[in-house]
């Protein structure tokens, strides 16, 4: 900005989109001259980036909720901010309502404080994240490894059910999760063996995430009853 006698109080919405990456460089000081108006017109922008530090991200966050009362965002404005969410303090985690934390882009959990996680969101908060959500936790060690041993069980079984293993350890099942989406609009995940090398396709299992619960509770009921060997 200095080489074109550019000052970051008057940067409009169009030069900060043009700013890209280049955005993640600004100073503390020159954040906090970019006018709030100008960061509202450009949270769509700013969202998309990853290279933004936790401090650059509480800023954001900070200047962005100045239009919103309530101090809460909605579903909305979630999936707007994008990774700017990462700016979220424990308080304003804590506040969020089950209803929206599926709105909460993956990116947020790859770039927040670990901390915050576990001391921001309660399990029921993380089981209604979603399941794109809990798998990108899962395969994060820096925040998964963080969490309480409840937050850690939430989202093993959240993700793998009846073959989670509730001890405190990442993917404990010997299963991988991949998770795409069907030609119904929904999540479906497939988990592969990962303790055969020579996995093949027919050996994966294909479920759609919306009939685990059903697939569950009938083997709750059926296997008590099956003969011993």
């Given at each position: ?14 030069e ?17 001259n970019i ?5 509202s ?10 290279c ?19 101090g ?50 309660s399990?029921l908060?993380?089981?209604?994240s ?6 990108t936790?899962?395969r ?8 309480t ?78 003969p011993?060997?």
């Amino acid at each position: 900005m200095s080489q074109n006698s550019k000052s970051s109080s008057t940067l409009t919405a169009d030069e900060i989109a043009g700013l890209s990456s280049l955005l993640c460089g600004i100073s503390e000081s020159q954040l906090m001259n970019i006018p709030v108006a100008t960061i509202s017109t450009t949270v769509k922008d700013i969202g998309t980036l990853t290279c933004l530090d936790q401090t650059q991200l509480d800023m954001f966050y900070a200047m962005v909720m100045m239009g919103y009362p309530s101090g809460v965002p909605d579903g909305a404005l979630l999936q707007e901010m994008r990774v700017i969410a990462a700016g979220m303090t424990v308080p304003a985690l804590q506040s969020l309502p089950l209803d929206v934390m599926s709105f909460i882009s993956p990116a947020v959990y790859d770039a927040i404080s670990p901390s915050r996680v576990k001391d921001g969101l309660s399990t029921l908060q993380l089981s209604a994240s979603g399941i794109t959500n809990i798998a990108t936790i899962l395969r994060n060690p820096r925040l998964f490894n963080d969490l309480t041993a409840d937050q850690q069980d939430t989202l093993k079984l959240a993700a793998y059910g009846i073959d989670a293993v509730l001890d405190g350890s990442a993917n404990s099942t010997g299963f991988d999760i991949d998770i795409f989406t069907g030609d119904d609009g929904g999540s479906n995940i497939i988990f592969e063996d990962n303790m055969n090398e020579t996995t093949t396709a027919g050996s994966k299992r294909m479920i759609p995430f919306k009939y685990l619960s059903v697939l569950f509770a009938l083997l709750a009921v059926v296997m008590p009853h099956q003969p011993f060997l």
